[in-house]
């Protein structure tokens, strides 16, 4: 059911977007202002991570996932009204709620790991997480025939991906309320003999920050999810560009683009066995020298494009070892009463570093070139991976 869940939410986050930064480029007159539609859902998916996690606590898992998708819903519903008005500040505002599509499909990912056998909880993961590929590469595909039958139906230009997408997240939210039964956390919960947190006591930062002073691991768990993440978004975002600069067709960077978000999610599974089979900070360590690997390929890559293919596909690889093994291992560090809290942070903390991570990324290819990406970007996961692999080997010793 969750699996289910994220593909049609990916669905709607994915074909609610291919068209956001487009409608607020006409809308305003303005390229730059567009730019703003990637960070409003970005922005979006953390502001709402906490809210979910506050739900999921105090009401379980449904709880949770039903307040992510309706605001998406709504933030769907806003962004049709502002498309037909013309409004792009309005529709901003549809695409910060739209946010929680994202939010909903991040917090998914733990739900998978309430009721699994501790030595499968990054396999259970990462079939979640692998789930979001196919909304991810149908998503975009559909955004034409749905802005063709919106136009059919009455709706202005361009506002039909966005009605569209309002039905995937109502579909998902059928599927949560509807079909998401028992719910995982509350059965956990009960099976672990630890009563649900009320709603006084559900101060979820407060707890999170409590539970992470005593658990170094869900620490270093936390700081591997942030760095993975804000490396791929990092690079991600600014690969587009420099294909466009050297000369690349839509058809290129569209190819690339694809081949990396295949390298996000396609082999999760495999590194969901791995990380169960030979340990989470092994896979994160990996995953660390896989976005080394990709930063290096990338900076020093020139005009070929298919050595910054290469390089986006191992930026996808080592992106999906950061997040699955590191949400594995949070997950697993802490009591059951206390992880929608620190799991709640977590994302929090993840899209934060994204959104920081792709302004501080535009404005260094913008002053010193994508190299210089490449080379922060490599420095900054290579102290990260030798930070951890000097615990793990004190801590095995």
């Not at 859902?41 to 606590?57: C, D, E, N, Q």
């Not at 039958?149 to 599927?175: H, N, Q, S, T, W």
């Not at 993975?228 to 600014?238: D, F, G, K, L, R």
Request: hydrophobic share 55%.
């Amino acid at each position: 059911m969750l699996s289910a869940a994220q593909i049609v939410g990916g669905v709607g986050v994915a074909v609610g977007l291919a068209l956001s930064s487009v409608v607020v480029d006409e809308l305003s007159g303005s390229t730059v202002i567009s730019g703003f539609a990637g960070t409003a859902t970005v922005l979006g998916a953390a502001l709402l991570a906490l809210p979910t996690a506050r739900a999921s606590g105090s009401g379980g898992r449904r709880a949770g996932l039903s307040l992510a998708y309706v605001a998406a819903l709504a933030g769907c519903a806003i962004s049709v009204l502002a498309i037909s008005l013309g409004t792009w500040p309005l529709l901003l505002v549809g695409l910060v709620l739209v946010g929680g599509g994202s939010a909903g499909s991040l917090a998914a990912r733990y739900s998978a790991t309430d009721l699994a056998p501790k030595d499968r909880a990054a396999r259970h993961l990462s079939l979640v997480v692998w789930a979001s590929t196919i909304g991810s590469v149908a998503g975009p595909n559909l955004a034409k025939p749905a802005d063709q039958i919106g136009m059919r139906l009455g709706l202005v230009e361009k506002a039909g991906p966005f009605a569209f997408a309002a039905l995937a997240f109502a579909l998902a939210l059928v599927v949560i309320i509807g079909f998401l039964r028992p719910d995982p956390l509350t059965l956990a919960r009960d099976l672990d003999g630890t009563p649900s947190t009320g709603p006084g006591r559900n101060r979820t930062i407060r707890t999170a920050w409590q539970t992470l002073r005593t658990t170094p691991m869900a620490r270093r768990a936390l700081v591997m999810i942030a760095v993975s993440h804000t490396a791929m978004v990092s690079v991600m975002s600014m690969t587009p560009v420099k294909l466009h600069h050297d000369g690349s067709n839509l058809d290129v960077i569209g190819l690339v683009i694809s081949l990396h978000i295949a390298g996000m999610y396609v082999m999760s599974p495999v590194v969901g066995w791995l990380a169960d089979k030979a340990g989470k900070v092994p896979v994160l360590v990996l995953g660390m020298g896989l976005l080394l690997s990709a930063a290096t390929l990338a900076g020093t890559a020139g005009h070929r494009v298919w050595q910054v293919t290469a390089a986006l596909v191992l930026l996808g690889l080592g992106w999906s070892c950061g997040l699955v093994a590191g949400s594995a291992l949070v997950t697993e560090s802490v009591p059951i009463d206390r992880r929608p809290a620190v799991q709640g942070l977590s994302d929090l903390l993840m899209n934060v570093c994204g959104a920081t991570g792709t302004i501080v990324a535009g404005a260094i290819v913008g002053w010193f070139g994508y190299g210089m990406l490449g080379l922060v970007v490599g420095v900054m996961v290579a102290l990260a991976g030798l930070w951890l692999t000097a615990i793990w080997r004190r801590t095995r010793l």
